[in-house]
């Protein structure tokens, strides 16, 4: 018969628990704790962090700025716009009104509106410089918000109305600030399209007085357009009673390619139609071949900050040597040394990206105010509205595009650790004693 006092005293100690449990986690925690005189890598540990931490912040930031950058250039291009185009001999006759009729009758339609466009040359006291002239009915123009609710000087209180009104132009800010005029003075449009002489065609030449200065903040737009009524652009530029072509606006522009066949059906044959995807599908095209390159230079950029966790690791590992070799004689199995090490490094993994994600949104909530300090700093520019087409730094977060970043920040921490937490796991008690 045994004894149990024998039996007690050859049995082998152990440290079996739950996987994750309290101990495996109090020792993770203190081994990333330790400093660098017991054993620890407390340094290589932060800097881990830091790395992280930049790395989850910078490609935050950079997608919520091209992701606001795309929002406000599509928002200033569908709401300067149309959604949709209709040209051909159809819009032009005895039976367009009723075809405007019918399309603002389409449920979706928020405004149908017949445009003469036309290029020019326009002279201020300044300069003299090219522009767009866009001929609309004074109504039409009051409904695109983008231009009559951004009127910084002057007003539309006579535009398009009685024969005075029929003289008077609104102008983009930037084309009105390279002439020289503001609302109230006089500029002169020529048209090469002019009447014909004996002597053949002769340009169109007439002065106009400004009676509004709107701001798009697209300066594509800014410094190009200049809006007068629908009948003194016929006039004005030998159309007769025809236009160009009828404007369609949508309540929601990503709806177009849906509404474009309700749309032909209310337009009837003898129409062409055209969107304003169609119009800018370079810029847009460009817009997303960027976002997705620099989405994967940004994530490649996160894998190389997540793999300082690896050097980390593998000097506290071999640190640690004669620690594991006591916790495996102990009775502590590999996948518990395994879960210990991985938990380190895992913990400096994640928490970098969680706290570059609260960084990166704080960045992206008060981007305004840090470009302003910025340039007040610099003295210069941060973003140039004649390269960039906008007169601001836009931030959009998408929460959903932030989620992705997180899960690949935090997959890439993990795949990082589990190299010098398997190599602690088969580290072999005998060997990593002999020498001590």
Partial sequence: MSDPAQSSLNSKPTLASKPFGLWERTLALRYLRTKRKNGGVAIISIISFVGVMLAVMVLIVTMSIMNGFRAELVNRIAGFNGHIYLQGPAINGSGREAMLSRLRAIPGVVQAAPIVEAQAMVIGPNQVSGAIVRGMRAADVKATTLVSKTLKDGSMRGFGEGEEGGDLVLAGSGLAESLGVKAGDSMTIISASGGATAFGAAPRRKPYTVDGVFTVGMSQYDAAFVYMPLEQAQLFFGRGDSVDVIEVKLDDPDHTEAMAPAVMKAAGSGTVITTWLDRNRAYLGALVVERNAMRLILMGIVAIAAMNIISGLIMLVKNKS??????????????????????????????????????????????????????????????????????????????????????????????ATLPPAWQAARLDPVEALRYE
Wanted: glycine residues 10%; contains cysteine; charged residues 15%.
């Fill in 322 to 415: 004669r620690d594991i070799a006591i916790l495996r004689t102990m009775g502590a199995s590999r996948g518990a040394v395994l879960r210990i090490f991985f938990m380190v490094g895992s913990i400096v993994g994640v928490s970098g990206a969680l706290t570059g994600l609260v960084f990166g949104s704080l960045i992206c909530v008060y981007i305004d105010p840090i470009q302003q300090l910025i340039e007040f700093v610099t003295g210069t520019k941060v973003f140039a509205s004649d390269v960039y087409f906008l007169s601001r730094l836009p931030a959009k977060i998408d929460w959903g595009e932030v989620a992705l970043v997180m899960l690949w920040s935090i997959l890439a921490s993990f795949v």
